[in-house]
């Protein structure tokens, strides 16, 4: 096993968005779903990554036929006790080794890119399961959000592309914003067709996750209007013509 699987099967024991009660993520899957769904092209859906399944139950409609290439297999066996699904193939390989030879109408890579050391390998692949219909949406954590603007007035970090000590448990670097995602796209030979800000998040998941529900979904709401210091970015883009 590379050093990266080993990794993720180290992740995947400690990380599990599965619900709200055990971590705060499980709310941003819930948006990221939510987002994805009001943007799909058409319903052959490849997912890269799935982390312990709830993004895919909520994708799993009934109507959607899913392709999840995940790199943990203890997190595609989690998946599968955790949720039943309808019309998802789980397939246990890292991206880099994977060959990807189908077409999708839709590719997703949500909350996941910020583990890669080589992003562009992964987006040149990604290029491979598309034609010219076909949409790639992508989901980021933003390094300008506004909750990382308060942390390093407060000095609890040192620069805006700190890791947490929760960023080094999950392998997550703060090394995008939105000009940088726009460039590393364009730069890639996609053209965006949608951006969307998700969630104004005011503190860490923790205590966001001790604020009333009321806020929190308006907070999620708030997050497109403040766009540029959203936690996360939601990009949705075509092959260049």
Known sequence: MSDFGEKLEKISKVYDPSSEESDFDAAFK??????????????????????????????????NYIDVVEGSSNNINISKDNFEYKNVNFIHSLWEDYEFNNIYSDILLVDTIQMLEDKNLILNKVKQTMNSSSRFHIISPNNQS????????????????????????VSAKQDLNWEKLRRLLTDAGFNILKEEGILFKLFDNKKMSSLDSNMVSALFKLGNKFKENAA??????ELEN
């Open 146 to 169: 506004f909750h990382r603007l308060l942390g390093l007035e407060m000095n609890l970090i040192n620069n805006l592309e700190d890791q947490s000590e929760r960023d080094k448990t």
């Open 30 to 63: 819930m948006y990221h779903s939510e987002i994805i769904m009001d943007n799909l092209y058409g319903n052959n859906i490849l997912e890269l990554g799935c982390s312990t399944g709830y993004s895919t139950h909520l994708l799993d409609n009934g109507k």
């Open 232 to 237: 996360h970015m939601y990009i949705c883009c």
